[in-house]
T-cell receptor
Framework: GESVGLHLPTLSVQEGDNSIINCAYS??????FIWYKQESGKGPQFIID?????DKRQGQRVTVLLNKTVKHLSLQIAATQPGDSAVYFC???????????FGTGTQLKVEL | KAGVTQTPRYLIKTRGQQVTLSCSPI?????VSWYQQTPGQGLQFLFE???????NKGNFPGRFSGRQFSNSRSEMNVSTLELGDSALYLC???????????FGDGTRLSIL
């Protein structure tokens, strides 16, 4: 099977700073990873994904890094804004089908 | 483009009853997955449907079931409700395997 864990339950950053949220996975056969943002009262919102044949992918203000050697994934948010405050989940897909295994989530708090 | 729509948003039931939740995927998406989110267990995969067939199933008892219709809309049913079934039930749709899954805002089920 697969297990996914996030390193910190809570991360506090100052507005304008860069944020880094880390995630570890256990199954080396995992081949697709997604980062989600969940705000209170809403469902998880897709942020960015990365496949196992890549080690870096960039979006708007976000970068995902994948280190398959140590089975580690990170999400970097540039110039963090108050609107980035939410719980962030990483999720991994292993094998066939669309079963995602989620980490426990990191609460990002942006201080003004 | 409309997102994933889940109905109802909130539901209160008593132990022993059954419940049916509905999910309308993003237009063109043929894969629908269901997840349960609780504070204690986090996000856990229930099952996935693709072209009206269950393709994957998580580790939940047989009281949890689902189906998908020819228009890709999906329903999940929980019979003989227990207090522990209180949770946020989330539906996600995607174009297919290894494609981004997009979530609805969920149905909040409370069991009294």
């Amino acid at each position: 099977g697969e297990s996914v864990g996030l390193h910190l339950p809570t991360l506090s950053v100052q507005e304008g700073d860069n944020s880094i949220i880390n995630c570890a996975y256990s199954n080396s056969a995992s081949d697709y990873f997604i980062w989600y943002k969940q705000e209170s009262g809403k469902g998880p919102q897709f942020i960015i994904d990365i496949r196992s044949n890549m080690d870096k992918r960039q979006g708007q203000r976000v970068t995902v890094l994948l280190n398959k050697t140590v089975k580690h994934l990170s999400l970097q948010i540039a110039a963090t804004q108050p609107g980035d405050s939410a719980v962030y989940f990483c999720a991994a897909l292993t094998g066939g089908g669309n079963k995602l295994t989620f980490g426990t989530g990191t609460q990002l708090k942006v201080e003004l | 483009k409309a997102g994933v729509t889940q109905t109802p948003r909130y539901l209160i039931k008593t132990r022993g009853q059954q419940v049916t939740l509905s999910c309308s995927p993003i237009s063109g998406h043929r894969s629908v997955s269901w997840y349960q989110q609780t504070p204690g267990q986090g996000l856990q995969f229930l099952f996935e449907y693709f072209s009206e067939t269950q393709r994957n199933k998580g580790n939940f008892p047989g009281r949890f079931s689902g189906r998908q219709f020819s228009n890709s809309r999906s329903e999940m049913n929980v019979s003989t409700l227990e207090l522990g079934d209180s949770a946020l039930y989330l539906c996600a749709s995607s174009l297919g395997q290894n494609q981004p899954q997009h979530f609805g805002d969920g149905t909040r089920l409370s069991i009294l």
